[in-house]
């Protein structure tokens, strides 16, 4: 889709100019921990004198204990019940002047190990066992190289993933199996066409000693890797599941899923549960997946599934999704006798959709629809934002005689986690009553059994999304602080919008906010950041207010009478940067502390 840049307006805002908040946490470092066991963490960032506690987004992780907390750095520890729910976790801190951001602490299922410089060339390779394992490691800035020297026997195959960018690190590396004759066997950079975070697969052919190369990404971004560089590096004989179909499904029914992907034989469990806050990797700028950040309802049981059938590459799990299953993204789990597999996004959702895929190189799908004079047609894909690895959406509308009245590509042109939405979202609104036809298409005509889309319709208008800044927005007693609300909008989108706030505490007061019609939002000249219109929001609490928290509702209405609230995203870019690497938090907090 083709771009036009504009100078960025008094409205609006490039997020790399957007300014620190001070009680920041950079980085934590061991990154996770194994369920079951008792992990000491440090948690670097500034102005941390002082901390109360650190809380976690469940009871099955508690912070037992602080062991230090000076300005830049706090080290404590957390506990980690054995049933404790894999993956990343939101974390923030408690200070007398409020509290942090929040970033993720990841539980893990296999045993840990910590990294040991030197570890790089000319130095000597961390010498390791190849068993089921995670090593916490950490880039400690632009030259840093880490090797890994292990024995492997022929036959076996073997994953290794870097988990960064997805689970709290700005890291963006790349990874190289080497032979001991120094042979490069095996490499990756990117897991897929979004996630910038490599894997390797490999089967071993020959016994021998190997050694695995992690090298950082030194492009022109010039992420300062001392900063929050921290990796988990996971070696493991797991099935890895990259795909879906259908994507999804409506609440009372039943569905039979293929799960596609590699060493999948041995699958032997197959089960759905809600997507929790700090999974949502995939939520993208602007996003049309469903994102379910209510705080105060409690998560339904999952919802178990039947394995019908096994191989290699795909297997088949039947489930019945029941009548009062919540609508949003669900994750599909795998497991077997070597551990359970990281789940994929599954949406339910009472409304219609279609499920289909491109099946072949150079598919398309054609939908008939019957059009109505005056009333707006609204076609969306969710694809890349559920986890498929390789499908880039585009939707085409054309009238009987085949003349293209409309069409789409990307919500958002880029590169993966940093700013790209590839899936579409199309709009269109009918003069006359005809029969029209919506095509979907791969933007490169390509195809397979993993190109799997969930094709939406609607009536709606181009609309907004609305996101508040910062996430712990602190006033302090008597004072006042500037809350601000990002413009997202949606294609077409062009209306001003005027912002407020509501639900106040006794005594606080604030300001309202505008948008004028028409800042740009989109790319930056370089295609490395994002311009976001913006407008700010001055609050003042009274010097009798309690301190503590106090939930806001922050919502923004357009010219055309489109009322919208806003949600609260955590932000884990680097350093004057904010890419994609985000997470839902459940409100808009002002947290009222001492002076």
Known sequence: MAIRFANCLPSCLALASLTAHAQQ????????????????????????????????DTPDLVWVETIEAAAKKVRGAIRIAPGAALGPHLMHARLPGGRTNS??????????????????????PQRIELRPQVIHGYMEGDIDVDVYEFEAKAGERWTFEIRSLEYG????????????????????????????????????????VYRLKLDQYRGPQGVECGYNCVYMLEMSQLGS???????????????????????????????????????????????????????????????????????????????????????????????????EADGINFEISPAAAIDASLDRAGQE?????????????????LAAQLGLPRIDTVLELFDPSGKLLAEHDDLMTGQGTVIGNPDSSLYYTPSKDEKLRLVVRDRTGRGGPDFAYRLHLGTERPGFQ?????????????????????LVREPGFVEGVEVWVEGLPPGASSGKGSIEANTYFGPSDDGDNVIIPRAAIAIRVPENLTPGDYPLRVFGKSQGGLVVEAVTTLWIGPKAKRNDIRRPVPATTMTVADR
Not at 34 to 45: A, D, H, K, N, P
Not at 372 to 381: E, I, L
Not at 478 to 483: D, K, Q, R, S, V
Request: hydrophobic fraction near 35%; include cysteine.
């Open 241 to 339: 599941v990259t795909a879906a179909a259908p994507l999804g499904a409506r609440p009372g029914t039943s569905v039979r899923v293929r799960l596609m992907g590699s060493g999948l034989e041995s699958i032997r469990e197959a089960w759905m549960s809600p997507a929790r806050l700090a999974e949502y990797y995939r939520l993208t700028l602007p996003y049309t997946l469903p994102v379910r950040t209510a705080a105060d309802r409690p998560d339904p049981p999952r919802i178990d599934g039947q394995i019908e059938r096994n191989g290699t590459a795909q297997i088949e799990a039947s489930f019945k999704i029941p009548a009062d299953a919540p609508p949003g993204v669900w994750r599909i789990h795998t497991r077997g006798p070597r551990g």
């Open 169 to 208: 690190s700005h890291l963006e590396c790349e990874l190289a199996l080497f032979d001991s004759a120094g042979r490069r066997t095996a490499f990756n950079d990117d897991r897929d066409d979004y996630l910038e975070s490599p894997f390797l697969e490999h089967t071993f052919t020959k016994s021998g």
């Open 365 to 381: 799908d054609s939908y008939p629809i019957e059009a109505r004079a005056g009333q707006p047609f609204h076609a969306w894909t």
């Open 103 to 124: 970033r993720l602490f990841n539980v893990t299922q296999f045993p840990s190990v910590a990294e040991t410089e030197p570890n790089d060339p000319p130095g000597k």
């Open 466 to 486: 609305l996101q508040t800044d910062p996430e712990e927005f602190t006033v302090p007693r008597g004072g006042e602080a500037t809350l601000t609300a990002l």
């Open 25 to 56: 946490f950079h980085r934590v470092v061991p990154l996770g921990g194994e369920r079951g066991t008792r992990v000491e963490v440090e948690l670097i960032g500034e102005d941390l004198a002082g901390v109360k506690e650190v809380r976690l």
